[in-house]
């Protein structure tokens, strides 16, 4: 997604507190939220998500008055951030995410005696999450990087987004009610954001937004005397390939379902199709042509998408490469999303790759391609991206799917469905290589995004009274332990066959 | 550690792969590698082991000739390389590391409805491989880096220390018998690491040396187009703290253990103890004297180590708040050890902190407390660290326990015991807060190495037959699957109490 603009010059928003006030009562906070029974920290998850629900009313008007986004999106919004908290609070309880390891003692190992040897993960300190424009819930105050911080015991420093000041004091207002001092502090403004980067008490970083903003945070974390993990969600272009057998079999089914996943939000989702591939026979031309255009124009986040948009979109309407299938009238105008279509070949892909450039709103480009070598040669050159799609038939295109899926490369691998909609679930991965995230390892989306906060501890010959709760033999938090890798009693699946060798 | 030396410029050393070369061969390999069932991938793993078994006597000889280590030393240095590898061997028979989760498909899910999805970890892709000085079999080119790379079916590009150029050839021929082409190469010189770290085909890297060689590779990392993770195992202080209970009960017994472990292999490993807190009163200063003055000097692993051993304790030695309670005779010999021990208070650490830097051989600094308050103020300040000791009593310093391990930051807290020796279990954590590891979430030593090399995909509504087999609802591979975040069936031990509120 574009950029957020610089902070407005009126002063509007309310007083921030400095980076450095806010990071130091995260610094205070952070014991005491480490230290309480998971039971009660799963507790303050749930009464988030239950404030949430008491003030969706007042927090759906506000939200809508800074983001435009519409009463029925924004409620839909807020019960997806409730049922993030409710996961996380379930993680917690179960305390499967502390993955803790038991490696008893044993004498007669070799080459040496080994000792008693406990791992657990423990909260990595106060953290920083820098909200996105177009989330103003499930990614922004009490979205799913805070709600996996808290999940994982540290206090979060938001950075506030520009395109919505209000809505973030009034959820850490109401967040206050529930949370100890200090778990959740909201600031604003760029140059303090980029102060709580550096802070010295800011132990971990996480971001949604841009890639040229995200790459600035992270090349300042990196640049700190003591170096900070950096999670950032950055840019994707989300291709989706379609089989010939698919396309004969329902192309017209996948050009609407397909226009309906680009221009979903007006485009303004990270998840967005931005690239097509059909069939350079596919004889879909004026189809993508008439349901584009049935398309109404809509009011973007904020001008600066729109500017943003629209100037990317100018320079793929004027690239030679590139040919226009719909252009929405009205594109000079920063206020309103102008929905289009573009088409080039695979080859003019390979030979122009600037053209693989997200275009953050409801534009996308389609690629036809000769052959499968011609679409796989072009595949292969694709940036890392958080999805892949992949439309075909089964069995048919079984063998032409598996060379798909292994030239594509993504965070996530979708078939005969579409990337819009990420669905909060223990096994959601968001993320993927670069320039999709900055880490490859990490997700900012599903039940594992817990594991960015916590780092592993290693306890030698430690006595049962010393070791924190989750690693003591009598188990008083009733927490998954692996001894000596595995847990005790039934740990292959009951259905287990054989394995193969093959 | 200190910085490795310049290379030689007599070109004594093999004929090296150019980085660009050892690179595209991984690149190939990778496909290959990331194919293999997971039981022919342990199945190198096992042979590699065997290979070193095999030709012990010959790399014994060439070892000792190249780093002055000691046949006893070196032969159970390839004891544990090979137990190493047999232990990755076994986690990827089990096929846990995978991290295999499927969530279901849930219609009635709210707020809408969950596809089906499913998430494994996949390699990701060709690794370099910086290898250590002071292990030249440990941690080198059959080393955990290495054999954590392959269990998770990345190739490995090895850049072979200076120290022991010979050997690393050698090694990589034995396991040349072994491995698929491009599955393990090695490389020589520095500027070639420096290009291995920006080539385009190396997906991550692994790194154990100084913290000034460690930070600039980091960097590197950093700035290219495409960031890559870079975990580094760098320095650390390893302080060892000794209560009052402790030191009056047997703190003769702890005088001789710490000398011991302060001047094992001539103190060049990374988990020394540089830091002894005592009580002011200890009255144990003869006995450290008599302990430190009786370990003969002995050669070091390279010039290189002596000239920075040598330039480090010379500025302890002179520092007017460090009192040298023993220096070796010869201390100006840059290819032999001269055991050192000085002294200095709390307070004097806290006024001082240039104090805490890492003198890699056998020197270390006792530091006197008066107080607790005296104590805990000055582990405060301490830099994070691979290690952490206490010495202590039980149940009599429980309370005092708890303040020093909440104070202490470090990757393995150990009681009673020492750090050096690191045990290669499942649960070993062998990392920590910076500067002792570029990331505190991963480890080089133990089960979970083999998590820096994998990146998850998340699979959406993908039919069984194009699912990668651990993720097949049939589960082929018998690999443990988790669903909906649960084990099915016993997931919970046996032996479980009820949750402990308090």
Same mark, same amino acid.
């Given at each position: 997604m574009p950029a957020a603009p610089a902070p407005s010059p009126d002063g509007a928003s309310p007083p921030a507190s400095t980076a450095a006030d806010a990071s130091a009562q995260a610094g205070t906070a952070a014991p005491e939220l480490a230290a309480l029974p998971l039971s009660v920290r799963a507790g303050l998850l749930r009464a988030l998500a239950r404030t949430l629900g008491e003030h969706a009313g007042v927090l759906v008007d506000v939200a809508d008055g800074e983001t435009r986004l519409g009463a029925e999106r924004l409620s839909g919004e807020i019960r997806r951030t409730q049922a993030q908290l409710r996961m996380f609070a379930d993680i917690v309880e179960t305390g499967a995410f502390l993955d803790v390891m038991i490696d008893p003692p044993d004498p007669a190992a070799q080459p040496a005696p080994r000792p008693d040897i406990r791992r657990m993960l423990v909260p990595l300190g106060p953290v920083a999450v820098f909200s996105a424009s177009n989330f103003p819930f499930a990614f922004s105050v009490l979205g799913g990087d805070t709600a996996s911080a808290l999940a994982a015991g540290c206090p979060v420093v938001v950075k506030a987004h520009e395109g919505h000041p209000g809505l973030s004091d009034l959820t850490r207002d109401l967040a206050a009610g529930v949370l100890p001092t200090g778990a959740l502090t909201v600031v604003h403004g760029r140059e303090t954001g980029r102060a709580l980067v550096t802070d010295p008490a800011i132990r971990a970083v996480g971001f949604t937004g841009s890639t040229s903003g995200g790459r600035a945070l992270f090349d300042l974390a990196g640049s700190r005397p003591d170096p900070i993990p950096f999670y950032g969600e950055l840019g994707s272009l989300n291709p989706v390939v379609v089989t010939p057998g698919a396309c004969a079999e329902r192309g017209a089914d996948i050009v609407r379902e397909y226009i309906a996943s680009v221009t979903l939000g007006q485009g303004q989702f990270c998840t967005k199709p931005g690239l097509l591939f059909l069939p350079a026979d596919h004889g879909l031309e004026e189809l993508l042509r008439r349901e584009i255009a049935a398309v109404p124009p809509a009011p973007l986040l904020g001008d600066?998408?729109?500017? &943003? $948009? *629209?100037? %990317?979109?100018?320079?793929?309407?004027? *690239? #030679?490469?590139?040919?226009?299938?719909?252009? %929405? #009238?009205?594109?000079? @105008?920063?206020?309103?999303?102008? #929905?289009?279509?573009? !088409?080039? !070949?695979?080859?003019?892909?390979?030979?122009? +790759?600037?053209?693989?450039?997200?275009?953050?709103? +409801?534009?996308?480009?389609?690629? !036809? $391609?000769?052959? &499968?070598? @011609? =679409?796989l040669d072009t595949l292969h050159i694709l940036p890392g991206g958080l999805t892949a799609t992949i439309h075909g038939q089964e069995p048919q295109d079984e063998t032409l799917a598996h060379r798909l899926s292994a030239a594509l490369s993504a965070g996530r691998l979708i078939w005969n469905s579409w990337p819009t909609g990420v669905a909060v679930t223990h096994a959601m991965h968001h993320g993927g290589p670069w320039p999709s995230a %900055?880490?490859? =390892? *990490?997700?900012s989306v599903g039940g594992t995004a817990v594991a960015r906060w916590m780092r592993p501890v290693a306890y030698q010959n430690m006595p049962e009274a010393l070791l924190p709760e989750p690693l003591r033999s009598t188990n008083p938090w009733n927490v998954p332990q692996r001894v000596n890798g595995e847990f005790p009693g039934q740990w292959r699946p009951a259905r287990a066959t054989t394995v193969s060798e093959s």
């Open positions: 600066w998408i729109g500017t &943003a $948009y *629209h100037a %990317t979109l100018e320079e793929l309407v004027t *690239h #030679p490469a590139a040919r226009t299938l719909h252009l %929405t #009238p009205g594109h000079d @105008d920063p206020r309103t999303s102008a #929905p289009a279509l573009l !088409t080039t !070949t695979a080859e003019g892909v390979r030979a122009h +790759p600037e053209l693989l450039r997200e275009c953050f709103g +409801p534009a996308s480009l389609v690629v !036809t $391609y000769t052959s &499968a070598d @011609d =679409l %900055t880490s490859p =390892l *990490h997700t």
